[in-house]
C-alpha cells in the first residue's frame, strides 16, 4: 500500500522554513521536535498535514500560530487534522 509513496526529502527550503518556525511559533523544549513536521508540509505544498499529535500540531492555538506565520511568508498552510478526523470528511464526499 505504500510501495509507491515518495520520500521527501530534506532541502534547502525545509531547512530555512524549520528555523523561521524556531524562531516564531514560540515552541520550546521537545516541542520543538515537532517543528519540521511543518516545514515539511509548507515546503513540499502539502493539502494536509495528518498527525496524532494534539499537544503540538493538531492544536486550535499552534494552527492559528502557523497560519499567522505563513501569511506573513506568504506560504500556504494545509489543513491540520488527526487521522479520525481526516476519514471523517473523506466520508462526506
Known sequence: MIE??????????????????????GLSGKAQ????HFAFAVSYQMDYLVTWNCSHIANGEMIKRLMTVNTV?????PVIVTPEELLESLEDL
Open 33 to 36: 521536535a515537532d517543528i519540521p
Open 4 to 25: 509507491n509513496l515518495s520520500v521527501l526529502s530534506v532541502n534547502e527550503d525545509v531547512r530555512a522554513l524549520t528555523d523561521h518556525y524556531l524562531k516564531n511559533l
Open 73 to 77: 511568508i506568504k506560504r500556504a498552510t
